[in-house]
């Protein structure tokens, strides 16, 4: 992606499966429920194996996205074609899917549109609810991670 800051770049690694993390640090379901900070962290994880999964089926990518000025973009689904989607992973709450609006607003705003495509899609995955929906005031999906499918 392109931007018009510069741009740093760097592996970002992620477990296979989230459950190797909390076993080899042993934990559970309660601790983690008590920990929501660290829950969250195994949240991201999870869905970024998921997003993977489903670029896969695509043929697409997904990469992470964090620029000079310390803005981030939790995952960057990038297809073959040059379209690409922005998603904030958040637990859930209105609090978090707030933030995760805001984060993925000051990206697009951000984003050198003479340069390249403007996003395809503009969503905050979240860990909790059953429905999908599309904010009207914004165009941002806010969707459930089970309601992901290929």
């Given at each position: 992606m392109?931007?018009?800051t510069?741009?740093?770049?760097?592996?970002?690694?992620?477990?296979?499966?989230?459950?190797?993390?909390?076993?080899?640090?042993?934990?559970?379901?309660?601790d983690?429920?008590?920990?929501?900070?660290?829950?969250?962290?195994?949240f991201e994880t999870?869905a970024?194996?998921?997003?993977?999964?489903?670029?896969?089926?695509?043929?697409g990518?997904?990469?992470?996205y964090?620029?000079?000025?310390?803005?981030?973009?939790?995952?960057v689904?990038?297809?073959?074609?040059?379209?690409?989607?922005?998603?904030?992973?958040k637990l859930?709450?209105n609090?978090?899917?707030?933030?995760?609006?805001?984060?993925?607003?000051?990206?697009k705003?951000?984003?050198?549109?003479?340069?390249m495509?403007?996003?395809?899609?503009l969503m905050?995955?979240?860990?909790?609810?059953?429905?999908a929906?599309?904010?009207?005031e914004?165009?941002?999906?806010v969707v459930?991670?089970?309601?992901?499918?290929p």
């Amino acid at each position: 992606m392109r931007s018009k800051t510069a741009i740093r770049t760097s592996n970002t690694r992620y477990y296979t499966d989230p459950s190797i993390g909390t076993a080899s640090l042993s934990i559970g379901p309660k601790d983690l429920e008590n920990d929501l900070n660290t829950f969250g962290f195994f949240f991201e994880t999870l869905a970024i194996r998921d997003l993977r999964t489903y670029a896969d089926a695509l043929i697409g990518e997904v990469a992470h996205y964090r620029d000079a000025d310390k803005l981030e973009c939790d995952a960057v689904v990038h297809l073959r074609d040059g379209r690409y989607g922005l998603i904030e992973i958040k637990l859930g709450g209105n609090v978090l899917i707030k933030e995760g609006v805001e984060s993925l607003i000051a990206l697009k705003n951000k984003l050198d549109t003479t340069k390249m495509k403007k996003p395809s899609f503009l969503m905050v995955l979240t860990g909790v609810g059953s429905i999908a929906y599309r904010r009207p005031e914004d165009g941002i999906y806010v969707v459930p991670i089970g309601c992901l499918k290929p």
